[in-house]
């Protein structure tokens, strides 16, 4: 059976990474194909304990390269036990943020050491780089209005609780990852109706699928 795909979202707090992948799952599904959808922190049970730690906000007294170490731990368990071997069985796997939001939130604004970042990520997803990286991108008051909203009465969570200023360098910082690595990220505007957005992910998706069934066509032929 051809290698599945592995396809990421990532942006600030409150873009719709959420809602958007639940639509592109049905999407996908509805023309047969096999989806898994899955989320970071957590995804998998050891991954699950961690996100716990992280999100509560009982890890931050120990400093930001705790909290990377965690997650990337976090991660290398969710690569191992779900995202290769669904890829492998030939699933197309969506996940709610991976290593772009370490290098963002724990690299950038946790002002960590940009080696002590590459080897960790390096560990953690050991090869399990995105197919295909969605950037949503929306104004940080924006993207923490709709997040609050979304909550009600519940409390904001160790990432969101942090001043305007950080959530504006973290959008710059996925732009700026965006721009390095073209081929594997695009950057949808998340301030369109969720339509259009929706519009906009799936017309990539089905780039990426077209152009994964000419080099397995191409393959072939050979
Ligand atoms: P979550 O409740 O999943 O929120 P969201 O809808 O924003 O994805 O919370 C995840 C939080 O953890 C979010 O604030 C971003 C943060 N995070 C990191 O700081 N580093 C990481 O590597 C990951 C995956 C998430």
Do not use: W
Request: proline share 4%; with cysteine; net charge neutral.
């Amino acid at each position: 059976m051809a290698r599945g795909i592995f396809i990421t979202f990532e942006g600030g707090e409150g873009a719709g990474k959420s809602s958007q992948i639940r639509t592109l799952a049905a999407t996908l599904r509805e023309n047969g194909r096999d989806v898994l959808v899955t989320r970071e922190p957590g995804g998998s049970p050891g991954a699950e304990a961690v996100r716990h730690v992280l999100l509560s906000g009982a890890a931050e007294p120990f400093g930001p390269s705790m909290e990377a170490l965690l997650f990337a731990a976090a991660r290398s368990d969710h690569v191992e036990q779900v995202i290769r071997p669904a890829v492998k069985r030939g699933k197309i796997v969506l996940c709610d943020r991976f290593m772009d939001s370490s290098r963002v939130y724990q690299g950038v604004t946790g002002n960590l050491d940009a080696d002590f970042m590459r080897s960790l990520e390096e560990v953690a997803i050991n090869g399990m780089t995105p197919d295909l990286t969605i950037v949503l991108d929306l104004d940080p008051e924006e993207g923490l209005r709709r997040a609050t909203a979304r909550r009600g009465d519940g409390s904001a969570d160790r990432f969101e609780k942090e001043t305007i200023d950080i959530h504006r360098r973290r959008r710059e910082a996925f732009l700026d990852i965006a721009r390095a690595e073209p081929q594997r990220c695009v950057v949808v505007d998340a301030a369109q109706a969720p339509k259009k957005v929706a519009a906009q992910i799936a017309l990539a998706v089905s780039d990426l699928l077209h152009r994964r069934r000419l080099s397995v066509e191409e393959a072939g032929a050979a």
